[in-house]
């Protein structure tokens, strides 16, 4: 059996091959290569290039590499890009989520993990958020990725097909052992800019907000390690190949 880690030459998506690699799982990667690098997929995966909403080609990929377990990465994550184009935002999250379950399904695929995101709270209005609270997000991004978290959530329920959802915050390092790391094309979060700026890779970093309830007025961030994140998403899953059904 396969695991198929759609998005799997980007950041957070080659962290989690070479995770699978390690754990003796078969992979194969879909991914467009819109923001990640080929370099980046770890060496015992196969890489295809192409989008995860091409129903064609991940049918064909299903059924050669006989994939049981879809993690789904892939998709544009940058809140302020979905403000000016919210609708290939919600082509390129939504819809292409949509044929991605739809042929997971019809292929007989069994677990699917969806990567989600904290934007589907929105402004939360208790912090640190808890899973079960209201989900409002503010931005098409946000939508989109909750737009997914439904449409998963209905087909499952319809299906059988057993999934998880990860909503997570700011990720952050880079795997210990040097394999892959930070590198994004035109990097938007903070750690990567500012490892850019150390690089010498663009001349400054660009601090923004000054009115936020803190010393200095600028804003405090969460983050968590992406090496723990790849393993949150490899317990869900363990989690679903054990038989359990959790909606998030």
């Known amino acids: 059996m396969t695991v198929l880690v759609t998005g799997g ?4 998506g080659s962290h989690m091959v070479h995770a ?39 049918a064909t990929l299903i059924a050669k590499h006989r994939v049981d377990a879809i993690i789904h990465f892939a998709g544009s994550v940058v809140v302020a890009d979905s403000v000016v ?8 999250n ?20 969806f990567s989600s995101t904290c934007a589907v709270y ?50 952050a390092g880079a795997d210990p052992l040097g394999r892959t790391g930070q590198s994004t094309k035109k990097a938007t ?3 990567k800019v500012s490892v850019e700026a150390a690089l010498g890779l663009r001349p400054k970093v660009d601090v923004f907000g000054t009115d936020y ?3 200095d007025g ?18 869900a899953l363990t989690y679903l190949r054990r038989g359990a059904n959790p909606s998030r």
């Not at 030459?9 to 957070?12: E, L, M, Q, S, T």
């Open 9 to 12: 030459a980007g950041y957070i």
């Open 20 to 58: 699978l690699l390690d754990a003796g799982e078969r992979v194969a990667v879909l991914d467009n290569l819109a923001t990640g690098f080929d370099w980046a997929v770890a060496r015992g995966a196969l890489l295809v290039i192409g989008d995860a909403g091409n129903q064609q080609l991940v």
């Open 85 to 92: 184009d919210p609708l290939g935002y919600y082509r390129n």
């Open 94 to 113: 939504s819809v292409n989520s949509r044929a991605l379950i739809e042929t997971a399904v019809k292929e007989g695929v069994r677990h699917f993990v």
């Open 122 to 171: 929105g402004n939360p209005e208790r912090v640190p958020a808890r899973e079960e609270d209201a989900t409002v997000p503010t931005s098409p991004y946000g939508s989109s990725k909750l737009m997914t978290e439904i449409m998963l959530r209905d087909a499952a329920a319809a299906h059988g097909l057993r999934h998880a959802i990860l909503r997570y915050f700011n990720v």
């Open 189 to 191: 979060h903070l750690v």
């Open 213 to 215: 309830p803190t010393p």
């Open 218 to 235: 600028t804003c405090i961030r969460d983050y968590i390690h992406v090496s723990d994140l790849v393993r949150a998403h490899s317990d």
